[in-house]
């Protein structure tokens, strides 16, 4: 290591500090004493507002500013550490003469880092900050054009440039609680309050920079570690979601849509500056508590069986039965013929001497017939009637042999199915579906979601509730229903009701899907004034560019 680094690193000694003040008068002491006292003071009030601030960006724009107004210097630079330790980057750069502001709340940096490594694979001790990286060394320069051992060419450069001199240089690195260096804080061009001239940073002004270095690393350190934490949670959420539409290939998408959806009404509303919501704010935290609502709402169907969220027919459970339905059918046509045939031979008449053998035509084209028409109710989309119902149970009440047992050719089972009079769920079957939010507020209410998430819960579990109070599972209404489960609701049965994934049903055009939703908050199944916003925002019309097929963007035939 060169001596001239060894010498400019060194902020100054303790004991020549005290040997100097012992030179001086009482009343010297006694302003000095003061002064470091309100050093001392104001090095606290900016510790305590470094630990408050919870945005990074701002953050490191206070490290600093304040490191800058603590030294009377005119500008600096602050380096953040890469995360394999090779490379510091820019994160702030700040000049008062030249009215730079770079980085930090102003927007990222795209000056190349510093590197620590040269091309060999030595370590970079000519660049000041690397060197300050490597070394874990303070470095303080009275003038950088006089500098010995470092390369200050890129200074100069910028000096010519911008018509400025860098001059006085004070290079802190900043250590984490495991001693590690996170950062480097590099200080330019300190100056004498009483003459306003460039001086070097004086002995306290070294110290003291040391001392707000460590705070703000610690403050840095902290707010890095409460970021990655809350974009693992985030993260980790988004798996589940993302597992839970995995789990039905006919529903995979469904929650990122429904929290896509949710946020962007929930903008929309922030921007109001009319109507309902024009006194309407969420804030940063509660947009986040929202968003993680909207994306975990459906985690309690990693509880639904499969065979019932992808339900595509009535008969539909492992398989679809429909398949069993017609092997049956086949069989007992099959029989029909060789019934025929045994009784024909027994009456001495063979095959090629009388075709009425094979002409049963009435029974066999009714079970044809039959077969045609429980394929047809099978799908779920037609209204059972009663004369339906009714055909399905005497179908059901014909024998085929299985084995040499007659059975009905329909289980009780499947009757019970097929005779479903919308849809493809029975009522039990329902159920256990609407039973996903009782059990999304079951999971959710036993996470320790911190003070600022806490409505999580609630909000995701509410997203099938009514302002009637017909809703589940709770059958909350009214003023029960707070806006955030509101808006949920609106975006998860909009979703519904354009999907063109389902394969039970075809998604609804724009123009149907908000004549339903329209129903829907006129008998208070949906917040009428949250439809009113959505409808004249065009929140639907963002949404359906994005979502939906182009057969359903009838933009002509909706009424408005």
Same mark, same amino acid.
């Given at each position: 290591m060169d001596t001239e680094?060894?010498?400019?690193?060194?902020?100054?000694?303790?004991?020549?500090?005290?040997?100097?003040?012992?030179?001086?008068?009482?009343?010297?002491?006694?302003?000095?004493?003061?002064?470091?006292?309100?050093?001392?003071?104001?090095?606290?009030?900016?510790?305590?507002?470094?630990?408050?601030?919870?945005?990074?960006?701002? /953050?490191?724009?206070?490290?600093?500013?304040?490191?800058?107004?603590?030294?009377?210097?005119?500008?600096?630079?602050?380096?953040?550490?890469?995360?394999?330790?090779?490379? /510091?980057?820019?994160?702030?750069?700040?000049?008062?003469?030249?009215?730079?502001?770079?980085?930090?709340?102003?927007?990222?940096?795209?000056?190349?880092?510093?590197?620590?490594?040269?091309?060999?694979?030595?370590?970079?001790?000519?660049?000041?900050?690397?060197?300050?990286? /490597?070394?874990?060394?303070?470095?303080?320069?009275?003038?950088?054009?006089?500098?010995?051992?470092?390369?200050?060419?890129?200074?100069?450069?910028?000096?010519?440039?911008?018509?400025?001199?860098?001059?006085?240089?004070?290079?802190?690195?900043?250590?984490?609680?495991?001693?590690?260096?996170?950062?480097?804080?590099?200080?330019?061009?300190?100056?004498?309050?009483?003459?306003?001239?460039?001086?070097?940073?004086?002995?306290?002004?070294?110290?003291?920079?040391?001392?707000?270095?460590?705070?703000?690393?610690?403050?840095?350190?902290?707010?890095? /570690?409460?970021?990655?934490?809350?974009?693992?949670?985030?993260?980790?959420?988004?798996?589940?979601?993302?597992?839970?539409?995995?789990?039905?290939?006919?529903?995979?998408?469904?929650?990122?849509?429904?929290?896509?959806?949710?946020?962007?009404?929930?903008k929309k509303i922030n921007a109001s500056t009319e109507g309902a919501y024009a006194n309407t704010r969420f804030n940063e935290d509660e947009m986040k508590e929202l968003r993680l609502a909207a994306w975990l709402h459906d985690v309690g169907k990693i509880t639904t069986p499969e065979y019932i969220v992808d339900k595509a027919t009535k008969l539909e459970t492992i398989c679809d039965r429909i398949d069993l339905l017609k092997t049956r059918f086949e069989v007992l046509k099959r029989d029909r013929i060789i019934e025929l045939l045994r009784k024909r031979i027994e009456q001495g008449i063979l095959p090629g001497e009388d075709k009425a053998v094979f002409e049963d035509r009435n029974f066999i084209e009714k079970i044809g017939e039959d077969l045609t028409f429980l394929t047809g109710v099978n799908d779920g989309s037609k209204f059972m009637t009663d004369e339906m119902v009714n055909r399905v149970k005497e179908i059901g009440g014909r024998q085929w042999n299985e084995g040499g047992e007659l059975k009905p050719v329909l289980t009780h089972d499947e009757i019970r199915n097929l005779n479903i009079n919308s849809g493809t769920l029975l009522e039990d079957e329902r159920n256990i579906i609407n039973n996903h939010a009782r059990v999304t507020h079951k999971m959710l209410s036993q996470l320790p979601f911190p003070k600022k998430l806490g409505h999580v819960p609630y909000y995701a579990a509410a997203h099938h509730e009514k302002l009637d109070g017909s809703g589940y599972p709770l059958g909350l209404k009214g003023d029960q229903l707070p806006l955030q489960s509101r808006i949920l609701a609106l975006a998860d049965v909009f979703e519904a009701l354009t999907a063109k994934d389902r394969p039970y049903k075809k998604g609804k055009t724009l123009s149907e899907a908000i004549k339903i939703l329209k129903f829907m908050a006129k008998n208070k199944h949906i917040d009428p004034e949250l439809l009113d916003l959505f409808i004249k925002e065009q929140i639907y019309l963002d949404y359906a560019r994005e979502e939906l097929a182009l057969q359903q963007i009838d933009l002509d035939k909706i009424e408005l």
């Open positions: 680094k060894t010498d400019q690193k060194k902020c100054s000694p303790e004991k020549d500090l005290i040997t100097e003040l012992l030179t001086k008068p009482a009343s010297f002491i006694r302003e000095f004493i003061e002064d470091q006292l309100e050093k001392t003071r104001k090095l606290t009030m900016i510790g305590v507002a470094l630990s408050a601030e919870k945005n990074i960006d701002r /953050l490191l724009d206070m490290i600093i500013e304040e490191a800058k107004n603590f030294t009377n210097a005119e500008g600096g630079t602050l380096y953040t550490m890469s995360d394999d330790g090779k490379e /510091l980057r820019f994160a702030v750069v700040l000049s008062s003469p030249l009215n730079i502001h770079m980085g930090g709340t102003s927007g990222e940096i795209t000056w190349k880092p510093v590197l620590l490594t040269n091309t060999d694979g030595s370590p970079n001790y000519s660049n000041v900050s690397a060197y300050a990286a /490597l070394s874990g060394e303070i470095v303080n320069i009275p003038d950088v054009y006089d500098a010995e051992g470092f390369n200050f060419e890129g200074t100069r450069k910028f000096d010519k440039k911008n018509g400025y001199r860098s001059k006085s240089m004070l290079v802190v690195p900043m250590r984490n609680h495991e001693n590690d260096i996170i950062a480097v804080l590099q200080l330019l061009n300190a100056h004498d309050i009483s003459t306003g001239e460039v001086v070097p940073f004086s002995i306290k002004s070294c110290q003291m920079t040391e001392s707000l270095a460590s705070q703000a690393a610690i403050a840095l350190t902290n707010n890095r /570690l409460i970021h990655g934490l809350e974009n693992l949670l985030e993260s980790f959420i988004k798996s589940i979601a993302a597992a839970i539409d995995e789990k039905s290939p006919y529903t995979g998408g469904h929650v990122k849509r429904v929290a896509g959806l949710t946020m962007n009404i929930a």
